[in-house]
């Protein structure tokens, strides 16, 4: 069925990309909802093929009977039992599906007893803000658009929103779960397969809702606590005389005003955490690659790449900008 | 088989049309309480906005069609799919299935006129109000942004500024108002004056369609009547029902949203279900198999459809047992509508049948709607759900459920009655053209949107990046739309050209087994000469003519009121005439409704005129009865 649908797919669409689908899951929790759109597919093509032969039949009937006049008393007994057959045909399939969705539902709920990892992401307008709880201090090490998941553990994801309704949705690791203000969410995920994955906010939120994605990598255990202590250390000094000519700008003028760099004085809250920002696979949530040619783009007109985002341009001189561009494009 | 008329008698036709005509004009146009101008002006009304929120569809399959599209920027996008949701859901599909019950729920009951004819002109005109209320603005520049479902916080007063979710929340004032009014008054139609003889039993199933769904109607819109006015209340007064930081609840407004959502699907589906009745019963020759399974089947769907609306929020992280409750009552819905589509198919499989295009249009309903439907088992189906909602998937979905399985058999209704309407037959030859047109565009261009969905394609996007390899499918999605609508535009010229051109069709063109066939076509002003007496389902089929009754007026309105259940006579009824009053009505609502987008005291100081409005409405100018329950209390 895998197979079916994967050619299907293929011919249908010339290349998917497959890092942001359900139908090439890459989690145990995807692989379950996989499993059980294979069980459903079948059942509904089988109802589907029965109602075309009996409408095909049908018609093929009516070739040699369409010339008579009305009827007005048919005997229908052979049809008042087709229809108990039917029924009961109906009522099998509903059955099979129905726990069928009660035994997935039960699996997806089970992970919680092995949750080892807990994750806060918050929904913004228009990108998703990532605290993860540093192992060696219990303090909260801040990122974005960006999650990281070790192979094989069972990380829960809480689900916070600091404004609108949104809903996170990684297709290759599970659901979609909705980030809604005054209710906490959560979910579990359990990465099978490492590699990168690609989630995007499905519950409409405004101007940018296209452009709320992120990335995900999954990665074995090892390289995860890697990841996470590179993540937790400050950001990285100045090299040269430009990129410090850009921190200076960059923490003292407006930018600082929504944006923290652990290690200097800009700790502004309402954008992203810009600390590792070069580390990160993309800019903008998932809307731009991570190269200095974007970030500056990016830093120059925002509203040209993103209309709407809440982010302002900041009039910069060219040589400023180039310098805040070498700045960041440093930050690993 | 001919009309009846067994006592010729010319003079009676001219003295039915003196009581029941309207004054000539303009006045006349104003003041009619006509059902069938009235439902004419409904339907002409409904397909214009279709054509229109159709086109807006097309704008967005254009901008849709490759990655990167500069076409629209996120705020023309949001308005487009604002505009052609809002539209679509509350004013196409709901009114023009209570307008087709207008025109003909009175028509197959052999009736002069529906039980509250003035109530009717009310509907429409508030209905207008509605339409205007979206349109005007929307031309203006002023048009909502944020969806047909409006969710809070976005359309709160902190995320929603300006008077766009206000314009929208009205609207659906307006709409919901006309709809509960035309929903009570074909509920007592069809309760109180059916023909003599008609019993439950031998009622059609396209007015059980109608009766159930406007009984649905009447449960369904006071739900989202009230989140509007809690809406309006956050934004205007400041209240705090959906404002988490004030303790309100920002999941309320989707509980009550789509306890009405949800039943307004069968609300649209039960009358097409009832169009594809008669239209099966008519052209596979024979009565349709199982009237009592089909009419059960309608029912159950009426029940369950208040069942299973957290089947729309099984994202929203309600308890896990709750979401599986849901799945088993959303299963359960496919039961009836399985059984009906087995019903439908069992009556051509053992019919005579005939394929003039409103048979076509039944065929293309079967072979479409099932799609839909099994996708609605699948998106039922709630850990299933968390990776469709919210997709193309769903976007597939609920075309092909409301297209395939209302829009195709509601076409199909307007080929079948076209010629009761008109007097003229259609074209055959263009009516087969716009069949394959649409049914084939269709099909191509929302298929695909299944697999865009599995392919992680998330709704209510205004562009998306080449890497995502969304590109193909979108074109081809996007031809199909266009083929699609080439075929509407067959359709229309079909109908006008058919106005002129058309043969002449006669009472009943299409030995038909139902009373609407049995008056004239077009039906003169009073329907009927003489009252049908109904002796089964299929009165027209039987031999001889069709029995008839006398006695009731011919010089002033009068309705025959009969029993509930049995259809049994119990008096005769003054029909209200003509009244410039429902309009006058309409328009104080209308500036009450206007005005309390930018003032709450609108909702006092508009009371004054309407109450005025409704009491010489309403003003006693009848005689006292002489007959039925009333007579005792006359003098």
């Not at chain 2, 409006?150 to 709809?179: C, K, N």
């Not at chain 2, 003519?545 to 007026?553: A, E, Y």
């Not at chain 2, 930018?598 to 005689?623: C, M, N, S």
Request: aromatic fraction near 12%.
């Amino acid at each position: 069925m895998r197979r079916v649908l994967a050619l299907a797919a293929l011919l249908l669409l010339g290349g998917c990309a497959g890092w942001q689908t359900p139908l090439d899951p890459a989690g145990e929790q995807a692989r379950h909802i996989y499993s059980f759109l294979e069980l459903i597919l079948w059942v509904c093509g089988f109802f589907y093929l029965l109602v075309l032969a009996f409408l095909g039949w049908g018609l093929w009937r009516a070739r040699r009977r369409s010339a008579e006049g009305p009827e007005i008393a048919p005997a229908d007994r052979g049809l008042d039992r087709a229809l108990i057959v039917w029924s009961a045909l109906i009522v099998v399939g509903l059955t099979v599906l129905t726990l069928g969705a009660f035994f997935v539902d039960r699996a997806l709920a089970n992970a919680q007893a092995r949750e080892t990892l807990t994750v806060r992401v918050t929904g913004q307008q228009w990108w998703w803000r990532i605290r993860y709880r540093d192992p060696a201090t219990g303090r909260w090490i801040e990122t974005a658009n960006e999650l990281h998941l070790p192979l094989g553990k069972t990380t829960r994801i809480e689900l916070g929103s600091a404004d609108v309704i949104h809903s996170l949705w990684i297709p290759n690791l599970a659901g979609k779960t909705d980030v809604i203000p005054g209710h906490p969410n959560a979910f579990d995920v359990t990465p099978r397969a490492p590699g990168w994955y690609r989630g995007q906010c499905a519950e409409f939120c405004g101007a940018q809702h296209a452009h709320m994605a992120l990335w995900v990598k999954v990665e074995p255990p090892a390289a995860f606590a890697r990841w996470l202590a590179g993540q937790a250390r400050s950001a990285a000094s100045p090299a040269d005389p430009e990129q410090a000519r850009g921190m200076k700008l960059v923490t003292q003028g407006p930018c600082a005003a929504c944006h923290t760099l652990r290690g200097t004085p800009a700790d502004g809250r309402p954008g992203p955490d810009l600390t590792h920002l070069a580390s990160r696979r993309s800019l903008a949530a998932g809307t731009l690659p991570m190269t200095r040619g974007a970030l500056q783009g990016w830093i120059a007109r925002p509203q040209a790449v993103k209309p709407g985002t809440l982010m302002p341009a900041v009039s910069l001189s060219p040589t400023d900008l180039d310098a805040v561009a070498a700045y960041l494009a440093a930050l690993q | 088989m001919s009309p009846p008329a067994p006592f010729p008698d010319a003079s009676r036709s001219q003295r039915l049309a003196a009581a029941w005509a309207d004054p000539p004009g303009l006045w006349g146009f104003l003041t009619t309480v006509d059902h069938k101008r009235i439902a004419a002006r409904y339907i002409v009304t409904t397909l214009l906005l279709l054509f229109l929120a159709g086109m807006v569809a097309l704008d967005m399959r254009l901008q849709l069609i490759q990655p990167d599209m500069k076409r629209m920027g996120p705020q023309m996008y949001d308005e487009a799919f604002s505009l052609h949701g809002s539209t679509m859901l509350f004013l196409v599909s709901v009114p023009v299935m209570e307008a087709m019950a207008l025109w003909l729920v009175p028509l197959m009951l052999g009736q002069r006129n529906v039980a509250f004819p003035r109530l009717a002109a009310f509907s429409y005109w508030l209905y207008l109000g509605g339409v205007l209320m979206l349109w005007v603005p929307h031309a203006l520049g002023i048009t909502p942004d944020i969806g047909w479902f409006e969710y809070p916080p976005l359309s709160g007063p902190a995320y929603g500024p300006g008077h766009r979710a206000d314009i929208w929340a009205q609207m659906i004032t307006f709409t919901e108002v006309a709809a509960l009014a035309a929903s009570v008054n074909i509920v007592a139609t069809i309760l109180k004056l059916r023909p003599p003889g008609m019993t439950l039993a031998r009622m059609p199933l396209f007015v059980w369609a109608q009766l159930i769904a406007s009984i649905m109607t009447i449960l369904a819109m006071p739900a989202i009547m009230l989140v509007t006015s809690m809406l309006i209340a956050d934004r205007m007064i400041s209240t705090h029902f959906f404002s988490p930081s004030g303790g309100g609840d920002v999941l309320l407004f989707q509980h009550l949203f789509w306890f009405f959502g949800h039943p307004e699907v069968y609300i649209i589906f039960l009358p097409a279900t009832g169009f594809v009745s008669a239209i099966v019963a008519t052209f596979a020759r024979r009565p349709v198999f199982g009237q009592v399974p089909m009419v059960l089947s309608m029912l159950a769907v009426g029940l369950f459809g208040f069942g299973l609306w957290v089947h729309h929020m099984y994202a929203v992280g309600l308890p896990r047992l709750g979401n599986d409750f849901y799945t088993a009552a959303s299963m359960a819905i496919a039961l009836p509508v399985g059984i009906q589509i087995f019903c439908w198919t069992a009556t051509i499989w053992s019919g005579r049948p005939r394929f003039q295009t409103p048979m076509l249009w039944v065929i293309g309903f079967i072979l479409t709607f099932v799609i839909g439907g099994l996708s609605g088992v699948m998106t039922g189906a709630a850990p299933l759900d968390l990776q469709l909602t919210d997709t193309y998937f769903v976007v597939a979905h609920l075309h092909y459920v409301l297209i395939g399985g209302a829009i195709f058999p509601l076409l199909g209704a307007f080929c079948y009655w076209y010629p009761k309407a008109t007097g003229r037959m259609m074209s055959e030859r263009w009516g087969v053209v716009a069949f394959v047109l649409i049914v084939g565009g269709f099909n191509l261009g929302f298929f695909p949107m299944h697999i865009l969905g599995l392919e992680g394609m998330p709704r209510r996007i205004y562009t998306y990046g080449p890497e995502m390899g969304w590109g193909t499918l979108n074109l081809i999605a996007t031809l199909g739309s266009a083929m699609a609508v080439a075929g509407g535009l067959v359709m229309v010229a079909n109908g006008l050209l058919s106005l002129r051109f058309g043969e002449r069709a006669g009472a009943d063109p299409w030995d038909a087994p139902t009373l609407e066939w049995a008056c004239e076509s077009p039906p003169p002003c009073y329907n009927f000469e003489y009252t049908p007496v109904v002796e089964d389902l299929v009165p027209l089929w039987r031999e001889g003519d069709l029995p008839v009754m006398d006695g009731m007026s011919l010089d002033s309105r009068e309705l025959l009121v009969t029993s509930a259940v049995e259809g049994i006579p119990e008096y005769r009824q003054n029909s209200v005439g003509p009244s410039i009053w429902p309009l006058v009505a309409a328009l104080a609502v209308a500036a009450m409704f206007i005005g309390s987008i930018f003032t709450a005291w609108a909702v006092v100081i508009g009371a004054v005129p309407i109450g005025i409005a409704l009491t010489i409405w309403f003003w006693p100018t009848r005689q006292p009865a002489t007959s039925g329950p009333f007579a005792s209390r006359g003098r």
